[in-house]
């Protein structure tokens, strides 16, 4: 998202509609930014030091120590581009988010793509602004999350309820031998379905199962392949339809 674009964008709905007026802070909303461009933290610092209700506690580019920086700021709220977001390690925000009861992550200029915003509310996020986002949605995102509230675009919200209704049929999906004998799959290649299963990314399996995410992306190709599937999805489908136990 470049900085002479701030306020060109579409607003993004929020999945809650109350409005912040409802209630008066005590104190300003600390704000720790992890943004990969110099040029938009210098923009983003300027808009919310603009307003009373913020306070800039950490404006840094990621690197080694951004997660000991981000700890030590105390901040109620860590907003991070898409860059910098995509550069965190898996545990970072699980981690960050246990040091302080109430403190809140919030993504923006994401890209509008289902598993990314799902690895990010996996790991905690509370808000998932889209890079057509304005600087009014982004202020207005930032009360939100203060408040307790989650904020992300209606479609991908949609996307949500999707995965946390197919979870329910399939993420506890239990493969017996006798199935992985028919199926001709591997003990390490039910792992995998269980995990696909749940819709975890290469990256998150990679890190549950210890493995690089190219052997990862190598097995959910030779699953895809034994299973005739055309997608991860469809191979998750071909075992459920296979499995008993999930139909009824």
Known sequence: MAPEDLDHFSTVHPLSMKTSRDTHATRATRLFLVIENRMLREVMSAIFQKRSEFSIVGSIRYG??????????????LLADQASASAFPNNFIPDLLRLVDGRRVLFFGMENDSEAFLQAVRSGVSGYLLGE???????????????GEAVCPPGLCHDLFQFVARTSREGSMILNQSLCRK???????????????????????????????????????????????????AAVQTVCEQNPALTQ
Not at 133 to 147: H, Q
Request: proline content about 0%; glycine content about 4%.
């Open 64 to 77: 080694a120590d951004a997660y000991q920086q981000a700890a030590a700021s105390q901040c109620d709220i």
């Open 133 to 147: 986002a304005s600087a009014e949605d982004m202020i207005a995102a930032v009360r939100r999350v203060a408040l």
């Open 183 to 233: 199926l001709g799959l591997t003990a390490r290649q039910q792992q995998l379905v269980a995990l696909l299963a749940r819709g975890f990314t290469n990256k998150e399996i990679a890190g549950s199962l210890h493995l690089s995410e190219f052997t990862v992306k190598n097995h959910v190709h030779r699953i895809m392949r034994q299973l005739n599937a055309e997608s991860r999805h």
